[in-house]
């Protein structure tokens, strides 16, 4: 039998109707400037989030990366959560590619940074600090919502501030779908957003940066540098086009199959289930009931990631039968 997969909504292949928007793609060199596919993908995820413009990302690593040398120069620092995926999950790359210093902040337990915390992090104009430019914020974080009059207080003190904000929205319509609030709602509080389509819209590959036209010309450079600038990168401009009119309204379905996962595994002595917001489910375990959990689930036909706190994703790829059949190998292996 098939495993249920349930370590990240990356692990989605292509649907059909995504391998024919795939194949029957225009195509042209984007070096050149002239693939009518991403050409198309840009305006499209640009007008749908309120930018002027947007840029096709192998990554969204490289997304990030991009966005943050595109704000700030090399002794520029920029604020961020502890456990951000830019300053944790991506190798360091603004300070070692970027020569960025971040500034790291305690994630509180929703996600949010206090704005204490960044109204004290935010350094005097003075030759000893560096220059604080930047606040990043991640949208959904660890599958939570950031709610919406924080990202609206916490963009309106770094913009009060000379600072610009980014928002690593990897999962951003997750949280849209889920707070019933329009992604641009959220986004139009930023100066720069990153979305990825490889996450809960299902394609192989993709993100896309989202800001002005200025910030986006110095973000092209940089992901040209980076090594990112791809050539007939339409077929997969193809599938995120398909997958935002396809796969976005769906999430709604991963987002009851997470809820329907945790309320299955209440109520098992040493494990305790965190009740999801989106799509991620967390759940806590005994220290008893932790050792080689990972190993028996697998043996079973259920992957998941963790070790005393194991993350199960819901995706595109799994089904509500999916969920029966994991919530019982979970009860049974836990
Ligand atoms: C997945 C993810 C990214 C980008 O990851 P890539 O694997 O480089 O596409 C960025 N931020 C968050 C929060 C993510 O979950």
Not at 124 to 138: G, S, V, Y
Not at 182 to 188: N, V
Request: with cysteine.
């Amino acid at each position: 039998m098939k495993p249920i997969d349930l370590r990240s909504d990356t692990v989605t292949r292509p649907t059909a109707g995504m391998w024919e928007a795939m194949r029957a793609a225009e195509l042209g060199d984007d070096v050149f400037g002239d693939d009518p596919t991403v050409n198309a993908l840009q305006r499209r995820i640009a007008a749908d989030l309120g930018f002027e413009a947007a840029l096709f990302m192998p990554t969204g690593t490289q997304s990030n990366l991009c966005a943050l040398m595109s704000h700030c120069q090399r002794g520029d620092e920029y604020l961020v959560g502890q456990m951000a995926h830019t300053y944790r999950m991506e190798g360091g790359g603004a300070a070692v590619l970027g020569s960025i210093q971040p500034q790291p902040l305690l994630n509180q337990a929703d996600g949010t940074l206090a704005l204490a915390d960044i109204e004290a992090a935010i350094k005097p104009d003075d030759a000893h600090f560096a220059r604080t430019k930047l606040l990043a914020l991640e949208n959904t974080w660890g599958g939570q919502v950031l709610p919406l009059d924080y990202i609206e207080a916490a963009t309106q003190l770094a913009h009060s501030r000379g600072l610009a904000a980014h928002l690593d929205g990897a999962r951003l319509f997750n949280a849209a779908l889920a707070s019933g609030v329009p992604a641009r709602e959220i986004t139009r509080h930023f100066d720069s957003v990153s979305v990825c389509f490889s996450k809960g819209l299902g394609t192989p590959a993709g993100s896309a940066l989202c800001g002005s036209r200025e910030l986006i010309a110095r973000a092209h450079r940089w992901r040209k540098m980076a090594g990112g600038a791809m050539r007939q990168s339409g077929v997969l401009a193809a599938a995120a086009l398909y997958a935002l009119d396809h796969h976005v309204a769906r999430l709604t379905q991963d987002h009851a199959h997470a809820r329907a996962l945790a309320a299955g595994l209440q109520g098992l002595a040493g494990v305790s289930v965190t009740p999801p917001q989106t799509n991620i489910v967390f759940i806590d375990l005994a220290p008893e009931k932790a050792h080689g959990a990972v190993e028996r689930l697998r043996e079973r036909g259920v992957l998941a990631t963790g070790l005393t706190k194991l993350r199960l994703v819901t995706h595109l790829d799994v089904s509500a039968s999916d969920i029966d059949r994991a919530t019982v190998i979970l009860r049974e292996s836990l």
